[in-house]
């Protein structure tokens, strides 16, 4: 739920959308890592509203259908932050995802908050490295070559995603 709500938010930082420009923009933008369906961004959607992160206009259209145009509060500004900084899976299989989420949105962030992530994000990712390759090292683990081939190929993911933290330039919005 907080990948989706972070995008959602991020999505509309600068103007109202309606639901399927919403995901039109998500796809669009972070498509490489996520394609939600309408049946997902939806709920989404109605849960930020709940909470005072976004308003709800209705528009008629020229074919004379109403809309729904969905535009981020200041209490939705103050929730992003919250959720960026809230903490990332652990699940290893969720753990990528919600990375590139907070990478691929944190120029929502003003320069101080993206320093403090680039430091927590840089821990963490020393710390998993650590934990592969003690368990690539661990003698008492009965690995076959497979499973060492991908904790080898896990390590060396861990490896790149460092050297981009490193690289970042955090003052510039993109």
Known sequence: MVMIELLILYTLRKNAKTIYAVRR???????????????TIHPAIKRLEQKGCLTCT?????GGKKSSYYKLTEKGQEFFRE?????????????????????????????ED????????????????FEVEDKINDELISLDYFQKALL???????????????????????
């Open 25 to 39: 923009d998500i796809i669009e933008v972070f498509g490489t890592f996520t394609t939600p369906s309408i049946g």
């Open 58 to 62: 209705e528009r008629m259209s020229e």
């Open 83 to 111: 959720l960026f900084f809230s903490d990332i899976s652990e699940n290893p299989s969720l753990f990528y995802g919600h990375l590139q989420a907070r990478f691929g949105t944190l120029s929502m962030l003003n320069v």
């Open 114 to 129: 993206r320093k403090k992530f680039i430091s927590d994000i840089t821990k963490k990712l020393e710390i998993y490295s």
């Open 152 to 174: 080898k190929r896990t390590l060396n993911e861990i490896k790149a995603l460092q050297t981009f933290v490193r690289n970042l330039k955090v003052e510039n919005d993109g």
